[in-house]
Nanobody, 128 residues
Framework: QVQLVESGGGSVQAGESLRLSCAVSGFTHTGYCMGWFRQAPGKEREGVATLDRDGSTGYADSVRGRFAISKDNAKNILYLQMNDLKPEDTAMYYC??????????????????????WGNGTLVTISS
């Protein structure tokens, strides 16, 4: 049974950092495409960062240079390091996985195209 469990969210001030974790079970994520998505109240879910099976990464323009996606293969954990956080980063953050890269990139954004597995999310709140 595939499970993704996020942690590491919280409430911080603008300019501070957080590191989100996504513990993966039921598969080894070396064989999967992984991604972090977020959804703010009243807005659609949007992609934040992606990590393909070959190790290549992708970022939404809104977070490029501030966020970094990585994984620990030994621990089967996906990370999202978030630096210089801004109030507009406030959202529920989800990790997702799929054998295929079911996301698309365009206009500086990342769109979910049908990622198969999702966690329940971890809440990030940034105050100014």
């Amino acid at each position: 049974q595939v499970q993704l469990v996020e942690s590491g969210g919280g409430s911080v001030q603008a300019g501070e950092s957080l590191r989100l974790s996504c513990a993966v079970s039921g598969f080894t994520h070396t064989g999967y495409c992984m991604g972090w998505f977020r959804q703010a109240p009243g807005k659609e879910r949007e992609g934040v960062a992606t990590l393909d099976r070959d190790g290549s990464t992708g970022y939404a323009d809104s977070v490029r240079g501030r966020f970094a996606i990585s994984k620990d293969n030994a621990k089967n954990i996906l990370y999202l390091q978030m630096n210089d956080l801004k109030p507009e980063d406030t959202a529920m953050y989800y990790c997702a996985a799929d054998r295929l890269p079911d996301y698309t990139m365009g206009g500086g954004r990342i769109y979910n195209s049908g990622m198969d597995f999702w966690g329940n999310g971890t809440l990030v709140t940034i105050s100014s």
